[in-house]
């Protein structure tokens, strides 16, 4: 059982950079497939980046390509998320999820973390 906590979230001037983190605990950290996924108010959750166990293959969203850097260190455990440029459409929940399978598989990323909300101002 991995728990996943989020950290790094707050308000920031469109233009800005924030950088979160996420810490896991409870398995084998370099077993899991990493997601950064996104929930803004009435809306789906999205997938924004994702990186594979070694950190060799990254995915991200169009609409934060160029923008946002999925990284991981395995030997802390943690997961990374840099956010630059920020765009009021950025403003949403956060949320890192692990999955033992393909990063690729939306629907397999079994563990959760609590979410930290970040907010663009315009």
């Known amino acids: 059982q991995v728990q996943l906590v989020e950290s790094g979230g707050g308000l920031v001037q469109a233009g800005g950079s924030l950088r979160l983190s996420c810490a896991a605990s409870?398995?084998?950290?370099?077993?899991?497939?990493m997601g950064w996924f996104r929930q803004a108010p009435g809306k789906e959750r999205e997938l924004v980046a994702a990186i594979s166990r070694s950190g060799g293959t990254t995915y991200y969203a169009g609409s934060v390509k160029g923008r946002f850097t999925i990284s991981r260190d395995n030997a802390k455990a943690t997961v990374y998320l840099q956010m630059n440029s920020l765009k009021p459409e950025d403003t949403a929940v956060y949320y890192c999820?692990?999955?033992?399978?393909?990063?690729?598989?939306?629907?397999?990323?079994?563990?959760w973390g609590q979410g930290t909300q970040v907010t663009v101002s315009s």
């Open positions: 409870g398995g084998t950290f370099s077993s899991y497939a």
């Open positions: 999820a692990a999955t033992p399978k393909s990063l690729y598989l939306l629907q397999e990323y079994d563990y």
